[in-house]
């Protein structure tokens, strides 16, 4: 009889816990994550058993790492290196890759040469597929003998219940891997209504008295009418002339149609950004209530179970702190997509 595998992970740059949790819903125990934002610290802790180091990860030696790894244990190594100088609005930066933030995917490198793990996984933004940073750090994974797999997901095929797109990378030492198949259809994604329909009404400015995450901003008057004018999916074209703002009105404002825009009940979400919070900012007005998304629904598009804690009862909660949170995190559901793979990888390889 082949004996249970034994896997742990620690997870780099890991925020408030997305990718560990969905790591450990998949069957991956996580020992440590490390995140430079101590902040992230309570919500990482409570709710995934981790331990949480409060560190540059510029400064972490493969040697503090390795101590966390048991020596009959698969060690894996995951990560999402801060996405900015990858994304899309960044495009405009000169000389992005010799920035700080650029250097980050060679520590990932360096801690990976340190810690020899199995297995090594890393999530980020689709554009950094790319850039040559990232061409260069693949070359040489494959140089040091890891097998190699990357994908652009959509991550409605698998089961998120938002619009969001993400680079997945997947390298083992064992031979080769690659995430599962998608495990959604158009005609079964799931939608906004699935996921934060049956959460209890609010109204503009208004705070629920079941749960603390549950409010909203009060809207300006102005912003107000605006969001009651605005159809599911609509733009600013829908409303009146003395809605719309100058910028609209500019040959340079007609591109940002989502903008002060509302969700639609029947199809997933737009990508959940660290301003989901500002009805101003993208689609983030609520499908039928006048308002933007509360922490609790934007947690939830983010696949984060309900009950996940993300900060003490007593704490003061700060809109901007948690959003940013939020925003950045893993999606706990894609999280959950990288251990099924690494999984069902291991079951292939692993002689027992």
């Known amino acids: 009889m082949k004996k249970q595998l034994k896997i742990s992970a620690i997870d780099l740059f890991c925020g408030i816990g997305g990718l560990t949790h969905g790591l450990k819903k998949a069957g991956i125990k996580v020992r440590a994550g490390i995140d430079l934002d101590t902040n992230c610290k309570y919500a990482y802790e409570i709710n995934n058993d981790a331990q949480f180091i409060g560190a540059d990860i510029t400064t972490i ?53 340190e810690t020899n793990p199995t297995i090594l996984s890393m999530e980020n933004v689709p554009n950094l597929s790319n850039q040559i940073v990232f061409k260069d750090f693949i070359k040489k994974l494959e140089k040091i003998g890891y097998n190699i797999s990357y994908k652009n997901v959509y991550c409605p095929d698998y089961g998120l219940p938002q619009k969001r797109r993400r680079l997945v990378l997947l390298a083992s030492q064992l031979g080769e891997i690659s995430l599962i198949p998608p495990t959604h259809k158009p005609e ?86 660290t301003q989901f919070y500002n009805y101003g900012t993208g689609r983030f007005g609520h499908p039928i209530q006048n308002r933007a998304l509360t922490i609790r629904e934007a947690s939830i598009l983010q696949s984060f179970p309900p009950g996940y804690k993300f900060i003490e009862e007593e704490k003061e909660i700060v809109l901007t702190r948690i959003g940013t949170h939020i925003g950045n995190a893993v999606p706990v559901e894609l999280g959950y997509v990288i251990g099924r793979s690494i999984i069902e990888h291991l079951k292939t390889f692993h002689n027992g």
Not at 69 to 92: M, R, T, Y
Not at 97 to 102: L, Q, S, T
Not at 233 to 245: A, Y
Request: aromatic share 8%; hydrophobic share 30%.
């Open 61 to 113: 030696k493969g040697s503090e790492l390795n101590k966390f790894w048991e020596d009959n244990e698969i060690p894996v190594l995951v990560g999402c290196a801060p996405c900015q100088p990858f994304s899309a609005h960044s495009n405009k930066i000169k000389d992005k890759e010799n920035g700080e933030k650029w250097n980050l995917i060679n520590q990932f490198l360096r801690i990976v040469k």
């Open 188 to 273: 079964n994604y799931k939608t906004v209504r699935d996921a934060i329909g049956d959460l209890e009404r609010i109204k503009n400015g208004e705070k629920s008295k079941k749960d603390k995450l549950h409010f909203t901003a009060t809207l300006s008057e102005i912003n107000l009418k605006r969001i009651t004018a605005s159809k599911p999916n609509g733009t600013w074209e829908d409303w009146n002339e003395d809605l719309k703002l100058k910028c609209h009105k500019k040959k340079s404002g007609k591109t940002y149609k989502s903008v002060y825009g509302r969700m639609a009940w029947d199809e997933p979400s737009p990508t959940i950004t």
